[in-house]
């Protein structure tokens, strides 16, 4: 592989949050190569489990051999609460039609914070997951730093082993990048909350990352 972009280390530190256990990591790069991979993790597996894990999502997907020793797993105890815990949670929705226009209002929550979004857009039927999805975009913009945006791409519904599921894209811009994430979630009941779903789903992992470091 050549040199190790910032796209690349963004890939990578993607893929690395995904591991079970892990909150959040950061990836340093110098002279085009990999000097240090710092990991924020739970308590709920062994750190040198976690390392390993690293090691084996990095040459899997990228074909680069880490020497487990640029690898350091920092671990905090939260206790009774699970993970999910610290994540971003979906609390409810309101969707609104006022003839020509629609809106949504959305609330999620992250432990005891509480993060209301709002959008609003023209009267239409696939409008109205685009416009859900927005006001869940703007719930999240409140807890995260300015220099970064996520940008609503697209909201579609697919029809898949006799079920329905909501898939959503979402573009993540910072200064230096552009990074698209999807996301989806099985509509059970309501189309509305599953798009709420769909989107944290898309952008969850990557602001546990911004708002960790």
Known sequence: MGEITKDTVASMEMYINKVPGVLSSRIVVENGEITE??????????????????????????????????????????????????????????????????????????????????????????????????????????LIPKNHLFLLEDVDIFNIAKSRIVVVGVTHVTNSQEELLTGSSLIRKDEGESVVKATLDAINRRVMSIISR
């Open 37 to 142: 991979i710092h990991v924020l993790a739970d308590s709920t597996r062994n750190a040198k489990q976690i390392a390993r894990d690293v090691q084996s999502v990095i040459m899997a997907q990228f074909g680069i051999d880490i020497d487990y020793k640029v690898i350091s797993v920092a671990q905090i105890d939260v206790g009774a609460k699970p993970p999910s815990e610290y994540r971003i949670v979906f609390s409810s929705y309101s969707f609104v039609n006022s003839g020509l226009t629609s809106e949504a209002r959305v609330i999620l929550t992250r432990g005891d914070e509480v993060f209301e979004g709002f959008a609003e857009g023209p009267n239409t039927t696939m409008n109205k997951y685009k416009i859900i999805a927005n006001a869940t975009l703007d719930a999240v913009s409140k």
